[in-house]
């Protein structure tokens, strides 16, 4: 199995930068592909942005521009850098792995853009 901690999150003004990560331990050769997904109250989970083993990366329409996917491969860990903050940004991110096949998800980390 795989375990997943993301620390990151908080409370930030309209307009300022967040970076999250999410370390991956435990049997990490299964994973091929690991990505952001966040959930606004009220409304379903969705993808912010993904990268596959292959090298794929995709984006959300409303994170292209603002947000950036990376990962250092030494420290099995994915980050989320998030630049020019909405209100509307607000909502628990997750991180979330393909392993083996399964979808394996972190605990979520709460960011809040006040205005």
């Known amino acids: 199995q795989v375990q997943l901690v993301e620390s990151g999150g908080g409370l930030v003004q309209a307009g300022g930068s967040l970076r999250l990560s999410c370390a991956a331990s435990g049997s990490i050769f299964g994973i091929n592909a690991m990505g952001w997904y966040r959930q606004a109250r009220g409304k379903q989970r969705e993808l912010v942005a993904s990268?596959?083993?292959?090298?794929?990366?995709n984006y959300a329409d409303s994170a292209k521009g603002r947000f950036t996917i990376s990962s250092d491969n030494a420290k099995n860990t994915v980050y989320l850098q998030m630049t020019s903050l909405k209100p509307e940004d607000t909502a628990v991110y997750y991180c979330?792995?393909?392993?083996?096949?399964?979808?394996?998800w972190g605990q979520g980390t709460q960011v809040t853009v006040s205005l």
């Open positions: 990268f596959t083993r292959g090298g794929s990366t």
């Open positions: 979330n792995v393909v392993w083996n096949g399964l979808m394996i």
